[in-house]
């Protein structure tokens, strides 16, 4: 009976089950190559690594490292080239360093408050033109009749309810803008229908606002955007019902009263000094109102007419400038709030000098 070796011995004397044939001594380990003088030899003992680890201690994993290239070479890999780092961005470029989150482009408006600079920024001639475009129309069809002075009124109250929504940063409001413009159209319609009283605009005024507030209650946003959505639908509403006194007062008001608007606003866009420009605006509103007047009935008394229009008118212009307008703006709320601001004192002073 041969004897066994014991545990002990298979392994101190080379002998090893786990191998397909016995090894020699001296052993290479998995990915070591051995060098053989024949090559047939190197050939017959190449074989598999079919053994199980012996290995009985929890080692701490090897944290990978920076860079690929300083990785030991092993005879089953292949060297790994260092990757270039990505060239960075120049800085006048407006974009920041690429990063997996992506990297948005600084705004007009972000780079002026980070400059310190003020954030009003005024429409400029081109909307103020258009302001003095709408407001020769609206004076002239006065004149003609209530009919026609309703074509570019409707245009006046649609522009005043997107331009305020757009001005407070809400876009696209496809339903406050319309319930605005609606809340205008039925003040129109009541002024006409009640030959032209003013309570059919504050009876219009109140069902829009208490309709605001019930559509508000049903939202399902936070109380925060509820109640900056209510506040905004409200003053949207107000504006544009507000502008039908001008199909509430006199037609020599309205005549007046908005050609007065359109030299303010024209002479306002200037390139003079702000307190410059505002004495200058306020002096031609206020001739424009003796030109205009003494073709009607208000004669010399238009002068008032005109420079209260033009305060008005100069207000909106004002608010339309505020917080770093878009262009967007600048062609909606800059071009429809100087008319539509003008419109209570164009109807108030038009029944106390008429």
Known sequence: MTDQPYE????????????????????AWPGQ???????????????????????????????PAADPSYLPQQG?????????????????????????????????????????????????MQPAALTALLGLLLAG???VGSYALLVPLVLLQAVTAAGWFRLNGMWPARQGIALAFLGALVADAALLASDHAPSAIL??????????????????????TRMYGLMATV???????????????????????????????????????TPASVVVSLL???????????????GSEGALLGAGAGVCALIG??????????????FTAGVALPLAAAAPAVYLLGRALG
Not at 79 to 98: H, N, Q, R, W
């Open 141 to 143: 069809t006065a004149a």
């Open 203 to 224: 009876g219009t005024l109140g069902v829009w606002v208490l309709l605001s507030l019930v559509l508000q209650l049903r939202s399902h946003a936070d109380a925060d």
């Open 317 to 330: 212009h004002r608010v339309a400038s505020y917080d770093y307008p878009s262009r967007f703006v600048h």
């Open 76 to 124: 089953y890999a292949q060297p790994v080239a260092p990757v270039a780092p990505a060239p960075e961005t120049p800085a006048s470029s407006g974009y920041g360093p690429a990063s997996l989150g992506g990297n948005t482009r600084v705004t007009d408006a972000q780079r002026a408050r980070l400059e310190g600079r003020s954030p009003i920024i005024e429409p400029g």
């Open 235 to 273: 003053a949207s509403a107000a504006l544009a019902i507000i502008a039908s006194g001008y199909l509430a007062a006199a037609a020599d008001a309205v005549t007046v009263g908005a050609a007065s608007v359109a030299v303010a606003v024209l002479a306002r866009a200037l390139p003079l000094p």
């Open 33 to 63: 190559q051995q060098g053989y003088e024949d090559p047939q030899a190197a050939q017959q003992y190449t074989q598999q690594w079919q053994g199980q680890t012996w290995e009985t201690q929890v080692q701490a994993p090897v944290a």
């Open 284 to 298: 031609a509103a206020a001739g424009a109102g003796i030109a205009v007047g003494g073709m009607t009935d208000l």
């Open 8 to 27: 002990g011995q298979q392994y101190q004397q080379g002998y090893d089950p786990y191998w397909q044939q016995p090894q020699p001594q001296q052993q």
